[in-house]
T-cell receptor
């Protein structure tokens, strides 16, 4: 099975930078995803990492260290609309559905304050 | 392009009633799945399918049935609703073979069992 940990809640100021961490344990790691979920809405895809290093997409970046079982999502120039839950999800080839299935962490609720 | 479509969006059931949550996708995705999302628990996989005619259980399958008679449709059946099944349900789909293939979520179905 998998164990995915991320902080429950975070608060940050508009215009600032925030880093949301995710640690995981898997036996057949095959990729890590970050999703954004606004209250009352479906999760939407933000980023994907399968190799070590940083992936940058505009204001959002995601980092992966496979040896440490660690990832973070970095949000720059925070805006009020970034207030949402951020979900870390891992694909594990050792799970029942192999390369298709994602296992999600419980999510980090980010509140952006003026 | 409709993506992943779920119905109904809201439903109230009495304990013991049965119902079906419908899910359809028009992206020719092989993989489809159902998750439930509860406060403090994150997204948990109920059932999944890797293609027409093939289904399997996820993490929390009890009390639910699925079938996959076509590539497009993946209905979730609650056989005898219980208050513990009050939750938000998300249908999701993805392609099978791409390494970075993310999963796409439907808009969610809010179910209350009284």
């Amino acid at each position: 099975g998998q164990n995915i940990d991320q902080p429950t809640e975070m608060t940050a100021t508009e215009g600032a930078i925030v880093q949301i961490n995710c640690t995981y344990q898997t036996s057949g790691f095959n990729g890590l995803f970050w999703y954004q979920q606004h209250a009352g809405e479906a999760p939407t895809f933000l980023s994907y990492n399968v190799l070590d290093g940083l992936e940058e997409k505009g204001r959002f970046s995601s980092f992966l260290s496979r040896s440490k079982g660690y990832s973070y999502l970095l949000l720059k120039e925070l805006q009020m609309k970034d207030s949402a839950s951020y979900l870390c999800a891992v694909r594990d080839l050792a799970s029942g559905a192999g390369s298709y299935q994602l296992t999600f962490g419980k999510g980090t609720k980010l509140s952006v304050i003026p | 392009n409709a993506g992943v479509t779920q119905t109904p969006k809201f439903q109230v059931l009495k304990t013991g009633q049965s119902m079906t949550l419908q899910c359809a996708q028009d992206m020719n995705h092989e993989y489809m799945s159902w998750y439930r999302q509860d406060p403090g628990m994150g997204l948990r996989l109920i059932h999944y399918s890797v293609g027409a005619g093939i289904t399997d259980q996820g993490e929390v399958p009890n009390g639910y049935n699925v079938s996959r008679s076509t590539t497009e449709d993946f209905p979730l059946r609650l056989l005898s609703a219980a208050p513990s099944q009050t939750s938000v349900y998300f249908c999701a789909s993805s392609y099978r073979r791409q390494a970075g293939n993310t999963i796409y979520f439907g808009e969610g179905s809010w179910l209350t069992v009284v």
